[in-house]
């Protein structure tokens, strides 16, 4: 079946430095892709909406500054954590919804980040 | 608002027992419900959705939800469960499709033999 897979499937970084992390859909094409944050004992919850070839839609709450995404293919959208502070750990985790008759969404493996 | 109550943190069944994780929802039209399973290292995945029609959803892996607009609930029962369906479970709540799902914070579900 579908599959969305992300890279690094986790990373550590230094206080200050820029990460980068990748949402792919490995054999269908995403127009649009969904990154979600995850704490520890909580539920995701939905930063922003990746649009490929327009911008990104930020919710509430969410600096879109701090979290860059760019959504440059129709398999690929990236998150970039700017400047990244131990606040900023947490697990991060990207979607796809599908389209057509058999309309559903696939969740990608999920990316542990941890700021030192 | 849209929100998702999972009253159930953490849940503890014997294999071969029946199960039933508790999902409530709050929601101004008709909700879109669905149930993810999360195992670790693995990517959230779909057991089952209501979307309209039949109230008595079923899913993959043996699972099956009832949606009770009255209760404003949807939970998720298998009548005998697995070791292997250690792992944590989501209820979420959404629009038409999958935009702007809500989720539920989740249950963790133990099996001892």
């Known amino acids: 079946g579908a599959v969305v897979s992300q890279h690094p499937s986790w990373v550590i970084c230094k206080s200050g430095t820029s990460v980068k992390i990748e949402c792919r859909s490995l054999d269908f094409q995403a127009t649009t892709m969904f990154w979600y944050r995850q704490f520890p004992k909580q539920s995701l919850m939905l930063m922003a909406t990746s649009n490929e070839g327009s911008k990104a839609t930020y919710e509430q709450g969410v600096e879109k500054d701090k979290f860059l995404i760019n959504h440059a293919s129709l398999t690929l959208s990236t998150l970039t954590v700017t400047s990244a502070h131990p606040e900023d750990s947490s697990f991060y985790i990207c979607s796809a919804p599908t389209t057509g008759h058999k309309e559903t969404q696939y969740f990608g493996p999920g990316t542990r980040l941890l700021v030192l | ?113």
């Open chain 2, 1 to 113: 608002a849209q929100s998702v109550t999972q009253p159930d943190i953490h849940i503890t069944v014997s294999e071969g027992a029946s199960l039933e994780l508790r999902c409530n929802y709050s929601y101004g039209a008709t909700p879109y419900l669905f149930w993810y399973v999360q195992s670790p290292g693995q990517g959230l995945q779909l057991l089952l959705k209501y979307f309209s029609g039949d109230t008595l959803v079923q899913g993959i892996k043996g699972f099956e939800a009832e949606f009770k607009r009255s209760q404003s609930s949807f939970n998720l029962r298998k009548p005998s469960v697995h070791w292997s369906d250690a792992a944590e479970y989501f209820c979420a709540v959404g629009p038409k499709g999958y935009q702007k799902v809500t989720f539920g914070t989740g249950t963790k579900l133990q099996v001892i033999p």
